[in-house]
Every structure is written in structure tokens, then in C-alpha cells.
């Protein structure tokens, strides 16, 4: 099998959704607008397409890439690279890209993810079943609750989720500019208002410092947090070490500063967390996602799965089939891609799908062959802001 065609596009969304969180956010952006518009990759071989999507990083959020610096890596640095080669050598691919482009997570995983679209399409069999299997049928799912100007609407967007998708996994973000004694008083108000049998994390985005990270969840002893979130600078591992050992046994999880592999293997070095968050989107895909898990598992932490894929269910996808590999306790309960469920929020690209939320706040692997989404190519051609064809190297 050789690639022999590959095209990418910026789509348009026809919905806005704007987050807050510590010091940033994040935003789709008005229709129209090509910043935070995802990007979606087409790779052909053999007759067969595969299809990747990523959700690109927009005003204000703490990744450096755009839709276009995404575009340029896949049209200008990868893609040739890709044009002629063998989509199943994806550890050969891998090495030349770092090469070619250093980094780029968004551009990688969109390659990585259309090529395991790809790759069981042409076996025959779903994205798992390439990773090792399914470890379970259905995946209960995250709501990551913005910040709000008052704990009163934090509180109601909680209850709302509950009352709509059965939804009990739960990360309130805090850290935002109300302090840590607000988001104190939002924990106890959430916790009070849906009860014992709701799990409660927090992501604070790293709006906090060290001192009061600790201050902030001992006060909190009583509301049974499940775990904290990069509370402070992703820079400082001998921070997050200190804060882990002063919170009391709740679970901290490092997200921002997992990039590489040897940010997984820092963490584990300086006992800097006991979970690890893994954004397919930001750490370049699937292939790159079970690498760390491999490390994760090596070192007894523990798996996250954040990524708030926004109307991709492509992207949504993906993760799906990662976090169906992964058996749990290595894999912590709640995945984070939400906002790209039918029955949440809709993917323009996607019309038909049973890639739903259930009234139980779960939502079941797709058994298809490759990611299991099928893709309108009539809806990309509506909704295209950007298309690209890429051209062999010179
Ligand atoms: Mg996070």
C-alpha cells in the first residue's frame, strides 16, 4: 500500500463555543474565522481514505499552534514526506518527521489519527482492535465545567449536565482570578448540590501557586476531591513533587507540561504526579499516547484522558478507541471529548452518526472499520475554508 494522494482543509463551524479557564480559554471563534477551526486531513491509498481531525489552539490558549501553522506542517513538511511511503510504517514515518519538523503535535496527530483511519480500513477491523483491543465496551464520559463569575452558575451548569446526560464525572476548572478561597466555596456548593456519588476533580490550568494549591485542597478535605489538575507552572516539576506531597493523598494529575515522552519520564523521575494527562491532539496521536501509557504503566501512575475534542467526531473518536485500550485501573475513569458527542454538540462534517451520548453519561466505542465515523465529503466541500492538495517534494 502507498500513499498516493493527500488533502487537508480548515472547516468552518457553524456553532461557537467559548471556555474559560485559568489565564486562558478557549474558543472556536465566530463562523468564518479560521482561527481554532479544525483541520482535517484525507490521506488516500489504494482506493481506500483515511480521515484525521484535530481541533487547532486559538487566541489566548497556552499551545503556540494556529489552524494555518497546522496546515503549513501537514501541506508543506510532512505530507511530501508521506506522498510514495508505506502508510503501515508508521515508526519510520515517525522518525523522519522529527527530523523534518520537530514537535508539532496537532499536525502529527492529525496524520496519526487519519492513518489509523487507514490502516483498519484496510484490515478490515476498528482502530482498537490495531492497539490491542477494546478493555471495555463503552467509556463514561467527562464534563469539563468552565469557569463562570459565580459559584451560582458553576453549580447550575453541574446540575444541568446531570439532569441531561447522566454525566458523573466532573472537573470544575478553577484558579481563575476569584482566588482560591472562591473556588473553595464553588467545590463545596457543587459537591453539596449533586451529592456523594459524583466524582469531582479540578483542573486549575496552573492559576495557582504551590502554597496555595495546598492551602486550597486541604480546605476542601471535606468535599471529596478526586484528583487536581496542574495546579501550577507546567515549567516547575520540583513544584508540582512538593504540592503532591502536601494535598493529602488526592491524586495530582500533570497535563501542560506533557509534550514528549521525556516529559512522561520527568514527571515519573521527580515523583511529580500520580496520573499523567493525555491529550492525543497536543502530544502528536495514537501511536505517541501509547508509548507514554507504556512508560505510565512501567512507573504505577495512573492515565487521563483530556482533550475536549469540539465538534470533531473524528477527533472524538480517536480518543475513544485510545481509552478503550487502555484497561482501567491504568485508565482513569472519565474521558474528556465530550463536546464532540452527537447529542451535545453537532459535528457540521459528521450529519449521520450513532457516535452518541447515552442517557448514562457513557458512550460506546464505534465498531467500525478505522475510527468508525463516516465522513459527508459534500459537507467538507460546504463547509472548507481552507483546502490544500499536498504536492511531492522537489
Ligand atoms: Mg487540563
Known amino acids: 500500500m502507498r500513499v498516493d494522494r493527500i488533502e487537508v482543509f480548515v472547516t468552518d463551524l457553524p456553532e461557537r463555543l467559548s471556555r474559560r479557564s485559568a489565564g486562558s480559554g478557549s474558543d472556536t471563534g465566530a463562523p468564518g474565522d479560521v482561527m481554532s477551526k479544525p483541520i482535517l486531513v484525507k490521506v488516500f491509498a489504494d482506493g481506500l481514505v483515511g480521515y484525521g481531525q484535530v481541533r487547532p489552539t486559538g487566541r489566548n490558549h497556552w499551545l503556540p499552534d494556529t489552524s494555518l501553522s497546522v496546515v503549513a506542517a501537514v501541506r508543506d513538511y510532512y505530507g511530501p514526506q508521506l506522498l510514495g511511503a508505506d502508510p503501515s510504517n508508521l515508526e519510520a514515518l515517525w522518525a523522519d518527521f522529527d527530523r523534518t519538523l520537530p514537535n508539532n503535535g496537532p499536525a502529527r496527530a492529525a496524520i496519526d489519527f487519519a492513518l489509523h483511519d487507514l490502516l483498519g480500513k484496510a484490515y478490515g477491523v476498528p482502530v482498537h482492535a490495531l492497539l490491542g483491543g477494546a478493555a471495555r465496551p463503552a467509556i463514561p464520559v467527562e464534563w469539563s465545567v468552565s469557569l463562570a463569575d459565580s459559584v451560582e452558575e458553576m453549580v447550575s451548569a453541574s446540575v444541568r449536565v446531570i439532569e441531561t446526560h447522566g454525566i458523573t464525572n466532573f472537573s470544575l476548572k478553577a484558579g481563575g482570578p476569584g482566588g482560591w478561597r472562591h473556588d473553595v466555596k464553588t467545590v463545596g456548593a457543587v459537591r453539596a448540590a449533586l451529592g456523594p456519588d459524583v466524582t469531582i476533580g479540578l483542573d486549575a490550568n496552573m492559576g495557582w501557586t504551590v502554597g496555595e494549591t495546598?492551602?486550597?485542597?486541604?480546605?476542601?478535605?471535606?468535599?471529596?476531591?478526586?484528583?487536581?489538575?496542574?495546579?501550577?507552572?507546567?515549567?516547575?516539576?520540583?513544584?508540582?513533587?512538593?504540592?503532591?506531597?502536601?494535598?493529602?493523598?488526592?491524586?495530582?494529575?500533570?497535563?501542560?507540561?506533557?509534550?514528549?515522552?521525556?516529559?512522561?519520564?520527568?514527571?515519573?523521575?521527580?515523583?511529580?504526579?500520580?496520573?499523567?494527562?493525555?491529550?492525543?491532539?497536543k502530544i502528536g496521536g495514537i501511536r505517541m499516547a501509547r508509548k507514554m501509557t507504556t512508560l505510565i504503566e512501567a512507573a504505577h501512575l495512573q492515565v487521563n484522558v483530556g482533550g475536549a475534542a469540539v465538534m470533531s467526531q473524528l477527533e472524538a473518536a480517536a480518543i475513544a478507541h485510545y481509552y478503550a485500550s487502555v484497561p482501567s485501573p491504568l485508565m482513569l475513569d472519565g474521558a474528556e471529548f465530550v463536546f464532540?458527542?452527537?447529542?451535545?454538540?453537532?459535528?457540521?462534517?459528521?450529519?449521520?452518526?450513532?457516535?452518541?451520548?447515552?442517557?448514562?453519561?457513557?458512550?460506546?466505542?464505534?465498531?467500525?472499520?478505522?475510527l468508525g465515523i463516516t465522513v459527508d465529503d459534500e459537507a467538507v466541500a460546504k463547509h472548507a475554508l481552507i483546502s490544500d492538495v499536498v504536492s511531492a517534494a522537489t
Do not use: W
Open 214 to 281: 495546598i492551602r486550597a485542597i486541604n480546605a476542601m478535605s471535606d468535599f471529596d476531591v478526586s484528583y487536581v489538575e496542574q495546579p501550577i507552572h507546567k515549567t516547575d516539576f520540583v513544584g508540582l513533587a512538593a504540592v503532591r506531597a502536601g494535598i493529602g493523598g488526592v491524586a495530582l494529575i500533570a497535563d501542560e507540561p506533557v509534550i514528549g515522552l521525556h516529559d512522561v519520564l520527568n514527571i515519573i523521575r521527580m515523583n511529580a504526579a500520580d496520573a499523567v494527562c493525555l491529550k492525543l491532539t
Open 340 to 370: 464532540a458527542l452527537a447529542g451535545v454538540l453537532a459535528d457540521p462534517l459528521v450529519p449521520e452518526t450513532d457516535f452518541r451520548i447515552g442517557s448514562d453519561g457513557h458512550v460506546a466505542i464505534p465498531t467500525g472499520p478505522g
